[in-house]
């Protein structure tokens, strides 16, 4: 068995298995990897419920710990994931808010589990971390007015 070094730890209620299977159809380079069984009852689940399932989202080692509902997910924590383009930025978005998920402000959407996700094109963080700062305001400010990110109007924010 290869156990990863750091691994992230996400908490659900019931459904980790759900939640990776989900993770593993829509993004690349991820998977669902193994799914654990309770060798005992537990204060949340009984003997032989799943437990943990291991999976990797974008390469990134994961654990899904069905824990119960003690804990819940909040934007303290997101996966930031940098797209290419509109097209990249659009099936991610799309696939998460469609899923029972919801929209949120600058990028950022919730899936139907809580787990919070920042879809960011790439050419947002360039033009907001650029060293022109007018460049970095005008693309800031543009970010702000959105929900889902438009790559063709922080395009526009760079150019002025």
């Known amino acids: 068995m290869n156990i990863a070094k750091n691994t992230v730890c996400l908490w659900y209620d019931h459904d980790a298995e759900e939640a990776a299977r989900f993770y593993a159809e829509i993004f690349p380079d991820s998977s669902l990897d193994a799914i654990h069984h309770a060798a005992t009852d537990y204060p949340s689940g009984k003997e032989g419920d799943v437990i943990t399932v291991d ?6 080692p994961c ?27 659009d099936r991610y978005w799309n696939a998460i808010v469609n899923n029972g998920g919801q929209e949120s402000e600058c990028g950022w959407c919730k899936d139907k589990w809580g787990v919070s996700w920042q879809i ?30 438009d790559v063709a109007a922080i395009e526009a924010a760079i150019r002025g």
Do not use: C, W
Request: aromatic residues 10%.
């Open 63 to 89: 654990i899904g710990l069905n824990g119960g509902p003690v804990f819940k997910h909040n934007e303290a924590f997101s996966f930031q994931i940098a797209t290419e383009d509109q097209e990249e930025t």
């Open 120 to 149: 960011t094109p790439k050419v947002l963080i360039e033009g907001y971390t650029s060293t022109d700062r007018a460049v970095a305001k005008r693309v800031f400010e543009a970010m702000m007015t959105m929900k889902k990110i």
């Open 55 to 60: 999976f990797t989202v974008l390469g990134i």
